[in-house]
């Protein structure tokens, strides 16, 4: 079974700031079945990215998603007020584990 | 809409069984394929089972398999997830999720609110 390692655990940034998030896969991953999701506290998930790279209806193009193989990246070019998060990457074959996740926190 | 309602959770004692339902509406139900996601109090998301449109294709996640069984029955709009052998750490909330179809197919575009499933004697 493929297992997502999510780095870093928790990042600390500034609104306006980047962030970039990893993810990687512990065997090699097809990126149509690469996934990001944004959770916020008492709120179930949200789909941000799928298909590694395309924004899902409604996101905001500050999300941007890129990476193949075993690694992939989620970008926030510009921390938002609304952006302090968790995030998880999900990938899909005969099971579709979640990575650990990221928590985004104020700085 | 597109609403998932969850029901079915509660406490129960380590070894007995739940059964979780989830209300589909707003959509095709027998046109998508669903799972079930569940979140330990304060941990991250974890995966549990999918099941394609017409349940010919079904996934479980290892910690769960030979436990749990997930169905649907679409005349209904429902899906279940049948939960046997309860341990403590299958404390969570357990959320009804859809996939969605190409080009988001599989991954997940609506969620429910979840159900609250307590193992503990």
């Known amino acids: 079974e493929i297992v997502l390692t999510q780095s870093p655990g928790t990042l600390s940034l500034s609104p306006g700031e980047r962030a970039t998030l990893s993810c990687r896969a512990s065997q090699s991953v097809s990126s149509s079945y690469l996934a990001w999701y944004q959770q916020k506290p008492g709120q179930a998930p949200r789909l941000l990215i799928y298909?590694?790279?395309s924004r899902a209806t409604g996101i905001p193009d500050r999300f941007s998603g890129s990476g193949s193989g075993t690694d992939f990246t989620l970008t926030i070019s510009r921390l938002e007020p609304e952006d302090f998060a968790v995030y998880y990457c999900q990938q899909y074959g005969s099971s579709f584990p979640f990575g650990g996740g990221t928590k985004v926190e104020i700085k | 809409e597109v609403q998932l309602v969850e029901s079915g959770g509660g406490l129960v004692q380590p070894g007995g069984s739940l059964r979780l339902s989830c209300a589909a509406s707003g959509f095709t139900f027998s046109s998508y394929s669903m799972n079930w996601v569940r979140q330990a109090p304060g941990k991250g998301l974890e995966w549990v089972s999918y099941?394609?449109?017409?349940?010919?294709?079904?996934y479980y996640a290892d910690s769960v398999k030979g436990r749990f069984t997930i169905s649907r029955d679409n005349a209904k709009n429902s899906l279940y997830l049948q939960m046997n052998s309860l341990r403590d750490e299958d404390t969570a909330v357990y959320y009804c999720?859809?996939?969605?179809?190409?080009?988001?197919?599989?991954?997940?575009?609506?969620w429910g609110q979840g159900t609250l499933v307590t193992v503990s004697s």
């Open positions: 099941i394609s449109s017409s349940s010919s294709t079904i």
């Open positions: 999720a859809r996939s969605g179809t190409w080009p988001i197919a599989p991954s997940i575009d609506y």
């Open positions: 298909g590694a790279s």
